[in-house]
Protein backbone atom coordinates (compact mmCIF):
# COMPACT_ATOMS: atom_id res chain seq x y z
CA UNK A 1 0.00 0.00 0.00
CA UNK A 2 1.46 3.25 -0.80
CA UNK A 3 0.63 6.70 0.88
CA UNK A 4 0.49 10.04 0.05
CA UNK A 5 0.70 13.51 2.65
CA UNK A 6 -2.25 15.98 2.18
CA UNK A 7 -1.71 19.65 3.65
CA UNK A 8 -5.28 20.41 4.58
CA UNK A 9 -7.43 23.61 6.37
CA UNK A 10 -10.13 22.86 8.70
CA UNK A 11 -11.87 25.99 7.70
CA UNK A 12 -12.20 25.21 4.00
CA UNK A 13 -12.57 21.04 4.53
CA UNK A 14 -15.97 20.20 3.42
CA UNK A 15 -17.77 18.23 7.07
CA UNK A 16 -17.61 15.06 6.04
CA UNK A 17 -14.06 14.96 5.21
CA UNK A 18 -13.38 16.71 8.67
CA UNK A 19 -15.77 14.35 10.75
CA UNK A 20 -12.77 11.45 9.31
CA UNK A 21 -9.80 13.08 10.74
CA UNK A 22 -11.89 13.49 14.20
CA UNK A 23 -12.61 10.01 14.18
CA UNK A 24 -9.33 9.30 13.74
CA UNK A 25 -8.11 11.74 16.44
CA UNK A 26 -11.14 10.29 18.94
CA UNK A 27 -9.48 6.49 18.48
CA UNK A 28 -6.49 7.92 19.43
CA UNK A 29 -7.68 9.75 22.32
CA UNK A 30 -9.29 6.47 23.66
CA UNK A 31 -5.79 4.62 23.71
CA UNK A 32 -4.52 7.58 25.70
CA UNK A 33 -7.25 7.73 27.83
CA UNK A 34 -10.23 4.86 27.75
CA UNK A 35 -12.84 7.42 29.40
CA UNK A 36 -12.57 9.91 26.77
CA UNK A 37 -15.72 10.62 25.53
CA UNK A 38 -15.92 11.21 21.64
CA UNK A 39 -15.45 14.80 20.65
CA UNK A 40 -18.39 16.33 18.25
CA UNK A 41 -17.49 17.98 15.22
CA UNK A 42 -18.56 21.29 17.10
CA UNK A 43 -16.50 21.00 19.84
CA UNK A 44 -13.21 19.41 17.29
CA UNK A 45 -13.67 22.47 15.76
CA UNK A 46 -13.59 24.80 18.63
CA UNK A 47 -10.93 23.14 20.46
CA UNK A 48 -8.46 23.42 17.29
CA UNK A 49 -9.00 27.25 16.69
CA UNK A 50 -6.19 27.40 19.02
CA UNK A 51 -5.59 31.01 19.13
CA UNK A 52 -1.80 32.38 19.37
CA UNK A 53 -0.68 29.41 17.45
CA UNK A 54 0.16 29.67 13.52
CA UNK A 55 -1.05 25.65 12.49
CA UNK A 56 -0.26 23.91 9.55
CA UNK A 57 -1.55 19.86 9.79
CA UNK A 58 -1.36 17.35 7.46
CA UNK A 59 -3.34 14.03 6.66
CA UNK A 60 -1.94 10.81 5.48
CA UNK A 61 -4.32 8.77 2.55
CA UNK A 62 -4.22 5.61 1.86
CA UNK A 63 -4.97 4.36 -2.10
CA UNK A 64 -8.17 3.95 -1.49
CA UNK A 65 -8.60 7.52 -0.22
CA UNK A 66 -8.89 6.41 3.66
CA UNK A 67 -6.96 8.70 5.63
CA UNK A 68 -4.92 6.84 8.00
CA UNK A 69 -2.74 9.18 9.89
CA UNK A 70 -2.65 13.11 10.99
CA UNK A 71 -0.14 15.42 12.47
CA UNK A 72 -0.33 19.37 13.69
CA UNK A 73 2.67 20.97 13.50
CA UNK A 74 2.16 24.52 15.00
CA UNK A 75 4.10 27.61 16.61
CA UNK A 76 3.65 30.59 18.59
CA UNK A 77 2.31 33.27 16.53
CA UNK A 78 3.80 35.98 18.96
CA UNK A 79 7.59 35.13 18.46
CA UNK A 80 8.00 33.64 21.57
CA UNK A 81 10.03 30.41 21.64
CA UNK A 82 11.70 30.96 18.09
CA UNK A 83 13.21 27.40 17.77
CA UNK A 84 10.81 25.24 18.23
CA UNK A 85 8.44 24.00 15.89
CA UNK A 86 5.24 22.08 17.98
CA UNK A 87 4.39 19.06 16.30
CA UNK A 88 1.69 16.00 16.95
CA UNK A 89 1.76 12.46 15.09
CA UNK A 90 -1.04 10.21 15.28
CA UNK A 91 -0.94 7.13 12.89
CA UNK A 92 -3.86 4.19 12.99
CA UNK A 93 -2.93 1.71 14.79
CA UNK A 94 -3.73 -0.93 12.15
CA UNK A 95 -1.38 0.83 9.87
CA UNK A 96 1.34 1.09 11.96
CA UNK A 97 5.03 -0.08 11.59
CA UNK A 98 4.70 0.82 8.04
CA UNK A 99 6.96 3.68 8.33
CA UNK A 100 3.75 6.53 8.06
CA UNK A 101 4.95 7.81 11.56
CA UNK A 102 8.43 8.37 10.31
CA UNK A 103 6.72 9.81 7.03
CA UNK A 104 4.70 12.40 8.95
CA UNK A 105 8.02 13.23 10.78
CA UNK A 106 10.18 13.93 7.46
CA UNK A 107 7.22 16.18 6.44
CA UNK A 108 7.27 18.16 9.95
CA UNK A 109 11.40 18.27 9.45
CA UNK A 110 10.52 20.39 6.10
CA UNK A 111 8.14 22.70 8.12
CA UNK A 112 10.74 23.15 10.09
CA UNK A 113 13.36 24.05 8.70
CA UNK A 114 10.96 25.97 6.19
CA UNK A 115 10.33 28.31 9.11
CA UNK A 116 14.17 28.06 10.63
CA UNK A 117 13.18 25.99 13.31
CA UNK A 118 15.85 23.99 14.93
CA UNK A 119 13.52 21.95 17.65
CA UNK A 120 11.04 19.66 17.53
CA UNK A 121 8.78 19.09 20.02
CA UNK A 122 6.82 16.06 20.48
CA UNK A 123 3.91 14.31 22.95
CA UNK A 124 3.07 11.16 23.92
CA UNK A 125 1.29 9.77 27.01
CA UNK A 126 2.69 6.78 29.18
CA UNK A 127 -0.02 4.52 28.39
CA UNK A 128 0.96 4.22 24.43
CA UNK A 129 4.06 2.06 24.28
CA UNK A 130 4.25 2.49 20.75
CA UNK A 131 4.72 6.45 21.35
CA UNK A 132 7.12 5.80 23.80
CA UNK A 133 9.45 3.17 21.33
CA UNK A 134 9.19 5.81 18.36
CA UNK A 135 9.92 8.84 20.80
CA UNK A 136 13.49 6.90 21.90
CA UNK A 137 13.95 5.51 18.40
CA UNK A 138 14.12 9.05 16.67
CA UNK A 139 16.49 10.16 19.08
CA UNK A 140 14.10 12.64 21.02
CA UNK A 141 14.51 13.25 24.93
CA UNK A 142 11.39 13.99 27.69
CA UNK A 143 11.75 17.32 28.89
CA UNK A 144 8.75 17.04 30.65
CA UNK A 145 6.41 15.14 32.90
CA UNK A 146 3.17 16.11 33.79
CA UNK A 147 0.95 13.81 35.56
CA UNK A 148 -2.26 13.36 35.04
CA UNK A 149 -3.84 13.27 38.25
CA UNK A 150 -7.70 12.30 39.11
CA UNK A 151 -10.09 12.38 41.97
CA UNK A 152 -13.23 10.53 42.26
CA UNK A 153 -16.24 13.13 43.08
CA UNK A 154 -17.66 10.70 45.93
CA UNK A 155 -14.35 11.11 47.49
CA UNK A 156 -14.15 14.85 47.49
CA UNK A 157 -13.77 16.12 51.16
CA UNK A 158 -16.59 18.60 50.96
CA UNK A 159 -15.88 19.36 54.87
CA UNK A 160 -12.04 20.17 53.68
CA UNK A 161 -13.35 22.42 50.89
CA UNK A 162 -15.73 24.54 53.56
CA UNK A 163 -12.85 24.76 55.52
CA UNK A 164 -10.66 26.33 53.01
CA UNK A 165 -13.17 28.60 51.40
CA UNK A 166 -14.28 29.77 54.99
CA UNK A 167 -11.03 30.16 56.27
CA UNK A 168 -9.87 32.30 53.75
CA UNK A 169 -10.84 35.58 54.74
CA UNK A 170 -8.97 35.16 58.12
CA UNK A 171 -5.86 33.86 56.34
CA UNK A 172 -5.51 36.39 53.93
CA UNK A 173 -7.00 39.70 55.02
CA UNK A 174 -7.27 42.38 52.12
CA UNK A 175 -8.22 39.90 49.58
CA UNK A 176 -11.68 38.56 48.10
CA UNK A 177 -12.46 35.67 46.27
CA UNK A 178 -14.91 36.49 43.27
CA UNK A 179 -16.84 33.44 41.72
CA UNK A 180 -17.54 33.92 37.63
CA UNK A 181 -19.85 31.29 35.82
CA UNK A 182 -19.51 31.15 32.07
CA UNK A 183 -17.63 33.57 29.79
CA UNK A 184 -15.07 36.07 31.51
CA UNK A 185 -16.05 39.81 31.57
CA UNK A 186 -14.30 42.31 29.49
CA UNK A 187 -13.23 44.06 32.91
CA UNK A 188 -11.12 41.29 33.96
CA UNK A 189 -9.28 40.63 30.39
CA UNK A 190 -6.20 42.31 31.60
CA UNK A 191 -5.79 41.37 34.43
CA UNK A 192 -6.47 37.55 33.54
CA UNK A 193 -3.82 38.08 31.23
CA UNK A 194 -1.44 39.40 33.54
CA UNK A 195 -2.46 36.47 35.60
CA UNK A 196 -1.55 33.66 32.48
CA UNK A 197 1.99 35.63 31.58
CA UNK A 198 3.03 35.00 34.93
CA UNK A 199 1.86 31.24 35.22
CA UNK A 200 3.73 31.02 31.34
CA UNK A 201 6.84 32.28 33.30
CA UNK A 202 6.79 30.47 36.88
CA UNK A 203 5.17 27.01 35.84
CA UNK A 204 7.53 24.08 35.49
CA UNK A 205 8.29 24.16 31.45
CA UNK A 206 10.58 22.58 29.05
CA UNK A 207 14.41 23.91 29.35
CA UNK A 208 14.60 27.00 27.09
CA UNK A 209 10.70 27.97 27.12
CA UNK A 210 10.08 31.54 26.65
CA UNK A 211 6.79 32.98 28.23
CA UNK A 212 5.05 33.98 25.10
CA UNK A 213 3.12 38.10 25.09
CA UNK A 214 -0.35 36.92 27.11
CA UNK A 215 -2.84 40.34 25.99
CA UNK A 216 -6.48 41.08 26.81
CA UNK A 217 -7.12 40.34 23.07
CA UNK A 218 -5.78 36.76 22.96
CA UNK A 219 -7.75 36.08 26.09
CA UNK A 220 -10.56 37.44 24.06
CA UNK A 221 -10.02 34.98 20.92
CA UNK A 222 -9.65 32.09 23.69
CA UNK A 223 -12.62 32.63 24.90
CA UNK A 224 -14.50 32.96 21.28
CA UNK A 225 -13.29 29.36 20.64
CA UNK A 226 -12.26 26.57 23.40
CA UNK A 227 -13.70 28.16 25.86
CA UNK A 228 -16.79 28.92 24.12
CA UNK A 229 -17.14 25.24 24.03
CA UNK A 230 -17.06 24.22 27.43
CA UNK A 231 -18.86 25.17 30.96
CA UNK A 232 -16.54 27.43 33.11
CA UNK A 233 -16.64 28.24 36.91
CA UNK A 234 -13.60 30.17 37.93
CA UNK A 235 -12.40 32.15 41.39
CA UNK A 236 -10.45 34.72 41.08
CA UNK A 237 -8.14 35.70 44.13
CA UNK A 238 -8.17 39.67 44.18
CA UNK A 239 -6.46 42.24 45.98
CA UNK A 240 -8.70 44.68 47.71
CA UNK A 241 -6.51 47.84 47.61
CA UNK A 242 -5.17 47.55 44.01
CA UNK A 243 -8.47 45.70 42.59
CA UNK A 244 -5.89 43.50 41.02
CA UNK A 245 -6.42 40.09 40.37
CA UNK A 246 -3.52 37.85 41.92
CA UNK A 247 -4.65 34.20 41.53
CA UNK A 248 -7.12 32.19 40.05
CA UNK A 249 -8.79 28.55 39.88
CA UNK A 250 -10.88 27.24 37.26
CA UNK A 251 -12.66 24.32 36.78
CA UNK A 252 -14.29 23.28 33.12
CA UNK A 253 -16.42 20.58 32.01
CA UNK A 254 -16.99 19.69 28.27
CA UNK A 255 -20.89 19.89 27.44
CA UNK A 256 -20.98 16.01 25.77
CA UNK A 257 -19.38 14.83 29.06
CA UNK A 258 -21.01 16.07 32.16
CA UNK A 259 -19.11 12.89 34.21
CA UNK A 260 -15.55 14.90 33.88
CA UNK A 261 -14.75 18.29 35.84
CA UNK A 262 -11.40 19.50 34.35
CA UNK A 263 -8.76 21.63 36.61
CA UNK A 264 -7.68 24.24 33.97
CA UNK A 265 -5.11 26.50 36.25
CA UNK A 266 -4.99 27.00 39.87
CA UNK A 267 -2.50 29.48 40.33
CA UNK A 268 -1.14 32.48 42.23
CA UNK A 269 0.83 35.11 41.57
CA UNK A 270 4.73 34.78 43.98
CA UNK A 271 4.16 38.40 44.96
CA UNK A 272 0.68 36.99 47.19
CA UNK A 273 1.75 33.48 47.85
CA UNK A 274 1.77 31.84 51.55
CA UNK A 275 -1.41 32.99 52.80
CA UNK A 276 -3.33 30.33 52.19
CA UNK A 277 -4.99 32.22 48.71
CA UNK A 278 -4.50 28.90 46.26
CA UNK A 279 -6.87 27.03 49.13
CA UNK A 280 -8.95 29.55 49.41
CA UNK A 281 -10.22 29.70 45.40
CA UNK A 282 -9.74 25.90 45.07
CA UNK A 283 -12.38 25.58 47.99
CA UNK A 284 -14.76 28.17 46.25
CA UNK A 285 -14.97 26.82 43.19
CA UNK A 286 -15.43 23.19 44.50
CA UNK A 287 -18.13 24.22 46.28
CA UNK A 288 -19.41 25.91 43.56
CA UNK A 289 -19.32 22.91 40.99
CA UNK A 290 -20.65 20.82 43.84
CA UNK A 291 -23.43 23.30 44.04
CA UNK A 292 -24.48 23.86 40.23
CA UNK A 293 -23.13 20.87 38.52
CA UNK A 294 -24.82 17.62 38.17
CA UNK A 295 -24.01 14.41 36.83
CA UNK A 296 -20.14 14.98 37.73
CA UNK A 297 -18.01 11.75 38.23
CA UNK A 298 -14.53 12.63 38.56
CA UNK A 299 -11.89 15.68 38.20
CA UNK A 300 -8.88 15.81 36.57
CA UNK A 301 -5.70 17.86 36.80
CA UNK A 302 -2.47 18.07 34.63
CA UNK A 303 0.40 19.04 37.62
CA UNK A 304 4.02 18.70 36.35
CA UNK A 305 5.80 16.13 38.23
CA UNK A 306 7.81 18.76 40.02
CA UNK A 307 5.60 20.99 41.02
CA UNK A 308 5.89 20.62 44.65
CA UNK A 309 3.52 23.47 45.75
CA UNK A 310 0.34 22.64 43.25
CA UNK A 311 1.06 18.76 44.01
CA UNK A 312 0.53 19.21 48.13
CA UNK A 313 -3.26 20.60 47.13
CA UNK A 314 -3.71 18.19 45.34
CA UNK A 315 -2.75 15.08 47.41
CA UNK A 316 -4.42 16.73 50.07
CA UNK A 317 -7.39 16.88 48.43
CA UNK A 318 -7.20 13.11 47.46
CA UNK A 319 -6.03 13.53 44.09
CA UNK A 320 -3.82 10.34 42.83
CA UNK A 321 -1.63 9.94 39.88
CA UNK A 322 -3.51 8.31 36.88
CA UNK A 323 -1.16 7.91 33.77
CA UNK A 324 1.78 10.71 32.54
CA UNK A 325 2.00 12.75 29.74
CA UNK A 326 5.43 13.61 28.54
CA UNK A 327 6.53 16.59 26.45
CA UNK A 328 10.39 15.07 24.26
CA UNK A 329 12.66 17.12 22.19
CA UNK A 330 14.58 16.02 19.36
CA UNK A 331 16.90 18.20 17.00
CA UNK A 332 15.53 18.75 13.45
CA UNK A 333 19.25 17.87 12.31
CA UNK A 334 19.20 14.57 14.52
CA UNK A 335 15.65 13.80 13.59
CA UNK A 336 16.36 14.01 9.44
CA UNK A 337 19.33 11.70 10.51
CA UNK A 338 16.46 9.35 11.89
CA UNK A 339 14.40 9.59 8.44
CA UNK A 340 17.45 9.28 5.82
CA UNK A 341 18.64 6.26 7.05
CA UNK A 342 15.51 4.95 6.95
CA UNK A 343 14.77 6.27 3.71
CA UNK A 344 17.91 4.57 2.26
C1 LIG B 1 4.09 6.80 17.48
C2 LIG B 1 3.44 6.55 16.14
C3 LIG B 1 3.15 7.90 15.48
C4 LIG B 1 4.39 5.74 15.25
O1 LIG B 1 3.80 5.58 13.97
P1 LIG B 1 4.27 4.41 12.97
O2 LIG B 1 3.66 4.70 11.65
O3 LIG B 1 4.03 3.08 13.56
O4 LIG B 1 5.85 4.69 12.92
P2 LIG B 1 6.91 4.03 11.96
O5 LIG B 1 6.36 2.85 11.24
O6 LIG B 1 7.46 5.12 11.10
O7 LIG B 1 8.01 3.52 13.00
C5 LIG B 1 9.34 4.00 13.01
C6 LIG B 1 10.11 3.23 14.05
O8 LIG B 1 9.65 3.56 15.37
C7 LIG B 1 9.83 2.41 16.22
N1 LIG B 1 8.53 1.96 16.70
C8 LIG B 1 7.32 2.44 16.36
N2 LIG B 1 6.34 1.76 17.03
C9 LIG B 1 6.96 0.84 17.79
C10 LIG B 1 6.50 -0.16 18.69
N3 LIG B 1 5.19 -0.34 18.90
N4 LIG B 1 7.42 -0.94 19.31
C11 LIG B 1 8.73 -0.78 19.09
N5 LIG B 1 9.23 0.15 18.22
C12 LIG B 1 8.35 0.95 17.59
C13 LIG B 1 10.45 1.33 15.37
O9 LIG B 1 11.86 1.47 15.45
C14 LIG B 1 9.96 1.72 13.99
O10 LIG B 1 10.75 1.20 12.97
P3 LIG B 1 10.55 -0.37 12.52
O11 LIG B 1 9.08 -0.61 12.37
O12 LIG B 1 11.28 -0.44 11.22
O13 LIG B 1 11.16 -1.19 13.60
C15 LIG B 1 2.13 5.73 16.34
O14 LIG B 1 2.39 4.62 17.15
C16 LIG B 1 1.00 6.50 16.94
O15 LIG B 1 0.27 7.20 16.25
N6 LIG B 1 0.80 6.44 18.29
C17 LIG B 1 -0.29 7.12 18.95
C18 LIG B 1 -0.18 8.64 18.85
C19 LIG B 1 0.99 9.16 19.62
O16 LIG B 1 1.18 8.88 20.77
N7 LIG B 1 1.80 9.99 18.94
C20 LIG B 1 2.96 10.57 19.55
C21 LIG B 1 4.14 10.28 18.69
S1 LIG B 1 5.29 11.55 18.78
Redesign the pocket.
Known sequence: MSYRIEEVAFEDLPEDELAEILALVNR?SH?ESPRHVNLTLDEFRMFSTGPGFIQRRFRVVDETGRVVAFSNTRYHDDGSDPEVLMC????DAEV???????LLLGNAIGVARSLGRNTLQ????DT????A???E?IGAKPVLQMHVNTLKLDDLDVELMNRWANEGPSKAPGYRADLYEGRWPEEILEGMARLYFILDRDSPQAEGHEPREWTADLIRQFLDTFMAGVDSLMALAVHEESGVPVGMSQLIRRRTDLSKWIVTTTMVDPDHRGKSLGRWIKGVVNLAALDRWEGGVYQETANAQINAPMLAINHEMGFEHEYTFFESEVSVDRASEFVAARQN
Not at 88 to 91: A, D, E, P, T
Not at 122 to 125: A, G, N, P, Q, V
Open positions: GEQIRVRRQGIGTLYHYVPAAAFIV
